[in-house]
T-cell receptor, first 116, second 113 residues
Framework: EAQVTQNPRYLITVTGKKLTVTCSQN?????MSWYRQDPGLGLRQIYY???????DKGDVPEGYKVSRKEKRNFPLILESPSPNQTSLYFC???????????????FGPGTRLTVL | QQQVKQSPQSLIVQKGGISIINCAYE??????FPWYQQFPGKGPALLIA???DVSEKKEGRFTISFNKSAKQFSLHIMDSQPGDSATYFC????????????WGLGTSLAVNP
């Protein structure tokens, strides 16, 4: 089954404790993104990657890191989480650039993160 | 500065009615306009998308209407069903911005049985 998986689905942590949210897709997609979703603010892109070893900042990259060492994986790293990073996080992937033919973006199920 | 403005924020429709959600954009370079549907506890899923070379696209009960001169596009859900109750997001992108999606803030749709 074609899918984007994220782990963990729920996480409660404390300020300053480094954490990683994993994302994996089994569709051989080149494009992957991380979003955060907050009430009243919609979806905001954190980072995106156009291929292995190619990443770039989205709209709200501060406090986050990413890496793309393999095509299927795109982990999101919070080196020193703070309460303002409490949010619902989504990973997404697409075969190619959005807007081109067959460039559907698939989202993972989300990770709800609470930073105390 | 929000480049894609979505309205209304919430919408209640009776079963069988027509749900209409509107989006307006500013950047005339946008050339891809998708709508996403999100159910509670799930990630968004692409519902339907349009490019500006057509004024309308229909897939089942879902139709996108596109007005290039007014810089507006809308989602129409015909014969709305309780199962359509979800949050709907419009978005837009263009090649000049690495195809990054610019999202509307979402519309929470409730279809009463």
């Amino acid at each position: 089954e074609a899918q984007v998986t994220q782990n963990p689905r729920y996480l409660i942590t404390v300020t300053g404790k480094k954490l990683t949210v994993t994302c994996s897709q089994n569709m051989n997609h080149e494009y992957m993104s991380w979003y955060r979703q907050d009430p009243g603010l919609g979806l905001r892109q954190i980072y995106y990657s156009m291929n292995v070893e190619v990443t770039d900042k989205g709209d709200v990259p501060e406090g986050y890191k990413v890496s793309r060492k393999e095509k299927r994986n795109f982990p999101l790293i919070l080196e020193s989480p703070s309460p303002n990073q409490t949010s619902l996080y989504f990973c997404a992937s697409s075969r190619t650039e959005l807007g081109l033919a067959n460039a559907t973006q698939y989202f993972g199920p989300g990770t709800r993160l609470t930073v105390l | 500065q929000q480049q894609v403005k979505q309205s209304p924020q919430s919408l209640i429709v009776q079963k069988g009615g027509i749900s209409i959600i509107n989006c307006a954009y500013e950047n005339t370079a946008f050339d891809y306009f998708p709508w996403y549907q999100q159910f509670p506890g799930k990630g968004p899923a692409l519902l339907i998308a349009i490019r500006p070379d057509v004024s309308e696209k229909k897939e089942g009960r879902f139709t996108i209407s596109f007005n290039k001169s007014a810089k507006q596009f809308s989602l129409h859900i015909m014969d709305s069903q309780p199962g359509d109750s979800a949050t709907y997001f419009c978005a837009a992108s263009n090649a000049g911005n690495n195809r990054k999606l610019i999202w509307g803030l979402g519309t929470s749709l409730a279809v009463n049985p």
